[in-house]
């Protein structure tokens, strides 16, 4: 079992930077890969990017050069380091891990709005 809590949400003007933590608790040696995930009002959840392994990152292109992916503690903490963001960016932002034996499991949930 792995348990994942977010943290790190909140209103920012458009240009504005915010950083989202993931904590994961629980048999973390099991974890293969962690990633974002967000869902805006109406739309499905998509992938923002995740970790393969410590090393492989992935970004959907709508981030790619404005989101930075990084953990710390030995993978056990999950980092979204979000700048220059736009209003299309405001969407609830889940953060994803997959382990060996192909379990998924999700957080809660923290909402970014990004809004003049």
């Known amino acids: 079992q792995v348990q994942l809590v977010e943290s790190g949400g909140g209103y920012v003007q458009p240009g504005g930077s915010l950083t989202l933590s993931c904590s994961a608790s629980g048999i973390i040696s099991n974890i293969i890969v962690m990633g974002w995930y967000r869902q805006a009002p109406g739309k499905e959840r998509a992938l923002v990017g995740n970790i393969i392994g410590d090393s492989i990152t992935n970004y959907a292109d709508s981030v790619k050069g404005r989101f930075t992916l990084s953990t710390e503690y030995g993978g056990s903490v999950l980092y979204l380091q979000m700048n220059s963001l736009k209003p299309e960016d405001t969407a609830m932002y889940y953060c994803?891990?997959?382990?060996?034996?192909?379990?998924?499991?999700w957080g809660q949930g923290t909402q970014v709005t990004v809004s003049s």
């Open positions: 994803n891990a997959r382990t060996r034996t192909n379990e998924e499991y």
